[in-house]
């Protein structure tokens, strides 16, 4: 069958919707109007980097005219943006998160005395923990902080005496750690609660006292507020907004329920939010994932090692519920968590309470039972943990 050439003569003008386009006598297309034209707009240039602020919309563009790094906003939630690296340079800007990705330590405690030791254990695949580098001395009921590159110690328990040490050591070098200031009272068994910028240690030894100190210097703790309940060996979690203390034991060795926390942004007292399920004395353990904190092991009220894990929620002020086990009943752990799990390594355990050098974790995106994963270096107990990067 034949094909019909069609003429040019035989096309419409290009006037309206759904017409054929007619080149004009210079084979061009003709001049068309642009004003319903939807067009891009260009990136936001500026001589900085965007910031969890910036709230600008999904998608959105930014382009650092100083260093030429560009950015795609690729969550849009207001105050908390994450901004995702596209060009030839490295790091998305984020919201600043106390879990880890790659490493969770332990430091100090006690195996046959008083140990130095500072161990890795990795986040990424399960296994054995190994030596980093050791403290200036053996130290144990320390609490912890972290800053994005260094990991540090409040207080605890050096010899027979409290201590008011404030130290630090790297997450990537094992150069041993140094001694950078002081909390305002020697003292031990506080719960470390973590900023992005500061440090806290909270209670301890049953104290009213709030310490805080910054990581961006080497420099001496303030007191900025005291507790609800003062306490000893209680959990301790961190969310964005607010440190959190749960559980612990008094000074008359009655053992707490309540679940406390204090704000970052301004300096306070912390007040009585929740309770716990099961009140825990004795070395109760505690971490969080971005919304719920965890809290776990101790003494129960019959003076068992329990292996309850209990969570409660960051975003309302409602108690915990029991939503898990350890592997074991478990006292005197340390604890830290990556971006999926909890972790809890050593600890005394029953039936005799010697120490342990399990590292068991737990899913924090569902409510199942912890599993061992590796071991430490060393069994040991009274460590400090809660670091993580």
């Not at 069958?1 to 007619?22: Q, S």
């Not at 310490?211 to 309940?229: Q, R």
């Amino acid at each position: 069958m034949a094909i019909t050439k069609i003429d040019i003569t035989m096309l419409e003008d290009v006037t309206g919707a759904n017409n054929l386009v007619k080149l004009d006598a210079n084979a061009k297309i003709p001049a068309t109007s642009g004003a319903n034209l939807s067009v891009k707009p260009g990136p936001t240039k500026s001589a900085s980097d965007p910031a969890i602020d910036s709230n600008k919309a999904l998608g959105a563009e930014w382009l650092n005219t100083t260093d030429g790094e560009m950015f795609i906003c690729t969550d849009a939630t207001a105050g908390a943006n994450i901004w995702t690296n596209v060009g030839a340079g490295s790091g998305d800007i984020e919201p600043w998160a106390y879990q880890g990705t790659q490493y969770g330590f332990a430091s100090g405690g006690y195996g046959n005395a008083q140990e130095t030791h500072i161990e890795k254990f990795s986040f990424t695949s399960d296994g054995n923990s190994t030596d980093l580098a050791d403290l200036l001395t053996g130290r144990i009921y320390a609490a912890s902080s972290k800053s994005t590159t260094h990991g540090y110690l409040a207080g605890g328990d050096i010899g027979n005496y409290s201590t008011n040490v404030i130290s630090k050591f790297a997450f990537v070098s094992t150069v041993n750690a140094t001694d950078v200031g002081d909390i305002t009272t020697a003292r031990g068994s506080g719960g470390g609660t973590t900023s992005q910028t500061h440090g806290y240690m909270v209670s301890g030894s049953d104290l009213d006292k709030i310490d805080k100190w910054a990581h961006a210097s080497d420099g001496n703790a303030t007191l900025i507020g005291g507790v609800y309940e003062p306490r000893a060996e209680c959990g301790s979690h961190s969310s964005s907004t607010h440190g959190y203390i749960s559980g612990g034991q008094d000074a008359s060795n009655n053992f707490l329920n309540s679940i406390e926390k204090h704000p970052f942004a301004t300096d306070s007292d912390s007040v009585d939010v929740a309770n716990l399920v099961t009140s825990t004395y004795r070395g109760g353990m505690g971490t969080g994932s971005l919304t719920y904190g965890y809290h776990f092991g101790g003494f129960d009220a019959s003076a068992a090692r329990t292996d309850q894990i209990q969570k409660f929620p960051y975003a309302s002020d409602t108690n915990a519920t029991d939503i898990a086990n350890l592997t074991v009943g478990s006292r005197d752990g340390a604890a830290s968590a990556s971006s999926s799990y909890g972790y809890k390594y050593g600890g005394d355990v029953p039936p005799s309470g010697g120490a342990t050098n399990v590292i068991e974790k737990f899913s924090t995106t569902s409510d199942a039972n912890a599993t061992d994963v590796g071991d430490l270096i060393e069994a040991r107990y009274a460590m400090c943990g809660g670091h993580g990067y």
